[in-house]
């Protein structure tokens, strides 16, 4: 692996994660936090301790919202008047690695580790990879905390449950003096 020596990754899981059908705020903020070793407790953010990510099925990966048509990828090429644009659309269809990519180093803080960081990802557009002689370990996605909401109805009882009570207890407060 180019930029990578033996002696930089001795000692470092080979973390190996999926893209297909996952949302891609959520796969990349994942991989973010593998790539810095947050996810270890020797964690240190001058440390490089985190894991070399393997990212498969890119071509695969899904955004959530309109982000398909709506969201741009912009860039100067340095003449006048050269600004350059294309849509997440435009760029799944040219190169879907790179939208994975830019998601995943845009996370990642901006200081002198973020070029190593960046070496340790790894990203095939299907599901074919030149690693398969290394110890892969695949990546569970935890699951998503979401809290029930409760219905219009039963927060407003709550609201009338919680006034009476308030309203008895002054009244018994008032009455005992």
């Known amino acids: ?25 959520r796969l990349s903020s994942q991989i973010a936090v593998v790539l810095q070793g947050k996810d270890k407790p020797t964690y240190a953010p001058y440390k ?3 894991d070399i990510c393997v990212v498969l099925n890119a071509k695969e990966v899904v955004l959530s919202g309109n982000k398909l048509k709506n969201k741009f ?18 760029q799944m269809r040219k190169d879907p690695t790179e939208v994975i990519r830019k998601a995943v180093l845009r996370m ?10 960046a070496r340790k990802l790894r990203i095939f557009v299907d599901d074919q990879h030149p690693f398969a002689d290394k110890p892969l370990q695949k990546f569970i996605m935890p699951p998503r905390k979401v809290r029930e ?9 709550e609201r009338a449950r919680k006034k009476a009570a308030k309203q008895t207890a002054t009244e018994a407060s008032g009455s005992t003096i």
């Open 108 to 117: 990642l803080p901006r200081n002198r580790l973020r070029d190593d960081r």
């Open 1 to 25: 692996m180019a930029g990578l020596t033996p002696e930089r990754i001795a000692g470092l899981r080979w973390r190996l994660f999926d893209a297909k059908k996952q949302i891609l705020g």
């Open 48 to 50: 490089e301790e985190g």
């Open 149 to 157: 909401m409760r219905p219009r109805e039963r927060r407003a009882a």
């Open 73 to 90: 990828y912009r860039w100067h090429t340095g003449y006048v008047g050269s600004l350059k644009e294309r849509s997440v659309k435009d």
